[in-house]
């Protein structure tokens, strides 16, 4: 399964960069935007921001691409990029103290004071308290995640949202595989914890 | 393994580290029967799973997302701003080093004028060639001017270091003194240009009206701007773009408003005059501080 992605990852960079094929970088960013996203959101906490750091990304791998040598998998390179533009913002936003964006443009308040615009759905199969309990407990996850060290959350949502192996999150990261296992289970701990459940 | 063995591993529950590898890579027998007979690591197992469960709820991809990227990609250009962040990182240590240079330059020239001072350069003319220490006491009419400076005004170096007795007399020929000193525009005043990213802190004396005030003005001259919220009540940042242009104007309109600017970068209010336009686009970070009653 993973030897025929790598392949048919590589015949796609192919496509692209030697026949000037844009549907076949098309195709990356159709089958790697949402985890780029995933992955970014992961680091930031902020939609907004994660959809600017996973179109920065891709941008930047649009221009890059000719130069990819294949060394490793364009997968873990593209993690590669996600993580360290996502590091970026974090650090610019918390620099400037201030994490969530929302624009003027549509200046309603979600009620909670994050400052995101988002509606939440309510799951036809729920009942309003378990809605509203459910929607808490959304909510605790993203503090105990913005609360955790950088290092943790990064290897937290490589693992969970990706589902890489330990092997492939120790690349992305440049550390050990220990390493990454004893970050992966601090950070569940760490959540876990938080959310008292 | 043995029995003992095994019977060991169940006697204990196993740590975070051992089931959290446990729920990514359940291979470990022992470990499973363990859990399989233990409710309270099943419990923390669950914990685990639904943390993980939750994390993916929280991070789903926008609709449109792949399409908007494949978008900005055949466009062939970054319109991100976490492109410009490593801009703006950049640009955010430049100032630092200038401002380091230019208090080695100014430390150098006081030690060099103390080096150089004799009696006879102190004497040739006593309304140009003065002693540090006397500087002030002798030229009030250039102090008063250096002194109703707006912070960040286009001062020349030789205007500030003047009065403060930092230039060796002889050097004072090539700089213009009599209208200087009267605070009239240098001759030679230079224009500038405003740099892509700007970054501004406003002193305002009420933090509501004054961002509903940038807020209609923003609107009114077709600048977009965004809020960005602030741990501190008294702080909030707004980041506006528009031409080199409008934000002239805007800083313009924030000064006649009552709002104090503290920041040195141009645009400058009412500095229109030295600023060479380009209508270029300008990213502008305005923090906006509450005064203390």
Not at chain 1, 47 to 69: G, H, N, S, T, W
Not at chain 1, 84 to 90: F, I, P, Y
Not at chain 2, 37 to 62: F, G, K, T
Not at chain 2, 139 to 165: C, F, H, K, Y
Request: glycine share 6%; net charge negative; hydrophobic share 40%.
């Amino acid at each position: 399964m993973s030897n025929d992605i790598v392949s048919e990852d590589r015949v796609l960079i192919d496509r692209y960069v030697n026949q000037n094929d844009q549907d076949a970088f098309n195709i990356l960013v159709q089958k790697y935007s949402g985890r780029a996203y995933q992955i970014a959101y992961g680091v930031l906490g902020n939609r907004e921001d994660a959809e600017e750091v996973a179109q920065d990304a891709f941008v930047r791998i649009y221009r890059a691409l000719p130069k990819f040598r294949g060394d490793s998998e364009f997968s873990t390179w593209m993690y590669r990029i996600i993580i360290n533009l996502a590091r970026n913002k974090h650090r610019w936003n918390r620099v400037r103290g201030a994490g969530k964006n929302f624009s003027i443009d549509a200046p309603i308040d979600n009620g909670r004071g994050d400052g995101e615009l988002t509606i939440d759905l309510p799951d036809q199969g729920m009942a309003p308290d378990q809605i509203s309990l459910y929607n808490e407990l959304k909510e605790k996850t993203k503090q105990a995640m913005a609360k955790l060290p950088e290092s943790y959350r990064e290897a937290v949502i490589l693992r969970t949202v990706k589902g890489l192996s330990y092997e492939e999150i120790a690349e992305v990261l440049g550390c050990k595989v220990g390493t990454v296992k004893s970050r992966i289970a601090r950070g569940r701990e760490e959540i876990r914890n938080n959310l008292d459940i | 393994m043995t029995s003992d063995q095994s019977n060991l591993s169940l006697a204990r529950c196993p740590d975070a580290e051992e089931l959290s590898v446990f729920l990514d890579e359940p291979g470990d027998s022992t470990l499973a029967a363990h859990i399989s007979a233990c409710a309270h690591c099943q419990a923390r197992l669950s914990d685990y799973a639904q943390v993980d469960a939750l994390l993916q709820e929280l991070s789903q991809p926008p609709a449109g997302l792949a399409l908007r990227i494949q978008q900005a990609c055949a466009a062939g250009a970054s319109t991100t701003d976490a492109t410009s962040v490593q801009t703006i990182q950049f640009n955010w240590l430049t100032p630092l080093r200038y401002a380091a240079a230019l208090i080695f330059l100014l430390t150098l020239a006081s030690f060099l004028t103390w080096l150089n001072h004799t009696p006879n350069s102190q004497g040739s003319d006593s309304s140009l060639a003065r002693a540090p220490g006397t500087s002030q006491a002798a030229a009030p009419a250039s102090v008063a001017t250096v002194q109703n400076n707006q912070v960040g005004e286009d001062i020349a170096l030789a205007e500030q270091m003047r009065p403060q007795g930092n230039i060796d007399p002889d050097s004072l020929q090539n700089v213009s003194t009599g209208k200087n000193a009267a605070g009239t525009k240098p001759a030679n005043q230079r224009r500038y240009r405003i740099k892509p990213q700007i970054e501004h802190i406003w002193l305002v004396e009420d933090l509501t009206k004054s961002q509903t005030r940038l807020q209609e003005l923003s609107l009114r001259d077709g600048l977009k701007l965004k809020w960005q919220t602030s741990d501190n009540i008294a702080v909030v940042h707004a980041d506006l773009s528009g031409t080199d242009r409008q934000l002239q104007n805007l800083v313009d309109h924030l000064q006649a408003q009552g709002w104090l600017l503290l920041s040195p970068a141009y645009p400058q209010p009412k500095a229109e005059q030295n600023a060479f336009f380009t209508d270029s686009k300008i990213i502008y970070h305005a923090t906006l501080v509450q005064k203390e009653p």
